[in-house]
């Protein structure tokens, strides 16, 4: 029987301007892609692979936040 899971996915632009996609509530999901038409499908086929290997340990949604660190 298939399992309908929502998940949310974080989704950042690299200095080369690859979109980096990741999961934060799956253990190193995350992938990347030129376009976002391409990153789409690559995480929806990431997430099936690691549901396949690990349990989903739900996080709930709270928010985004930007910090700037100065080191």
Not at 5 to 33: M, R, W
Not at 40 to 50: G, Q, T
Request: glycine fraction near 2%; charged fraction near 25%.
């Amino acid at each position: 029987m298939l399992r309908n899971y929502i998940f949310t996915v974080l989704i950042e632009q690299d200095e080369d301007g690859y979109y980096v996609a990741t999961v934060p509530t799956l253990h190193s999901c995350y992938t990347q892609a030129k376009t976002l038409e391409e990153l789409y499908p690559r995480i929806r086929e990431v997430i099936a692979l690691c549901l396949a290997e690990e349990e989903v340990k739900p996080l709930r949604f709270v928010g985004v936040q930007q910090l700037e660190v100065a080191v």
